[in-house]
């Protein structure tokens, strides 16, 4: 944790989020079991470090398939006093997105048409506070069919959309799909702007960083594009609520 902060602190940024996994598919993903006290123990220790040189380190945490898992997960976001809880899709049918175990059984509609189907769901039953990177598949889908176009499913992106703002959860720019082999950002601009013209305004942005050297990695590119989606502020969470609007500016 201090490596990533430190890594924020060379590119400049002001506040970082630390989302740690909190799955049941531990195994497959080859994750060790979140451990919430061990994870603000660490974070308290960071900030004492590190706030101090001015920049904030909020608590959050990642969660998988919060609608299946609600018993488990709940208990654990009461205790803890987090300032941002996300909600993600890695599985679906039991098989996980980053496979292409899934996406060889179906082909590309079938496949996206069941993954939004069920992330519909997920965001209408609710628990979280931002909805992560809302096409994820696409990083292996795009190795299995040799494609990807994130416009051919704009029925049922809106649909996700629409359960996002009768919700009150949030969307992130989430920029580690720059990273794969798609070499594109979760979600695109159309899709961003989609959501602007429905009237979502609860916009974050996200690097999802695994390591220090992808810290605020694309975050310009993120910028750029939630500008031209009509965009033109991002927003910051504390104790779970949206608490502010940040003008969008470059900042890398």
Known sequence: MADMIRAALDVGLKEIAFTDHFDQFDESLRRPKYNAAVYFETLDVCRAEFEAGGITIRAGVEVGEPHLSADIVQPVLEKYPYD???GSLHFVEGLSMSDA???QKYPVHEAMKRYFGEMAQMVRKGGFDILAHLDFPKRRAYKVYGRFDLREFETEVREVWQACIETGIGIEINTAGLRHDVNQLHPTVEALTWYWEMGGEILTIG????????IGA??????E???????DSVTCFEQRQPTKRLS???IL
């Open 84 to 86: 941002v809880v996300l």
């Open 101 to 103: 175990t899934f996406f």
């Open 207 to 214: 690097s999802d960083a695994h390591r220090p050297a992808d």
């Open 218 to 223: 694309g975050t310009n590119t993120a910028l």
């Open 225 to 231: 594009v939630a500008l031209l989606a009509g965009f």
């Open 248 to 250: 969008i500016v470059p």
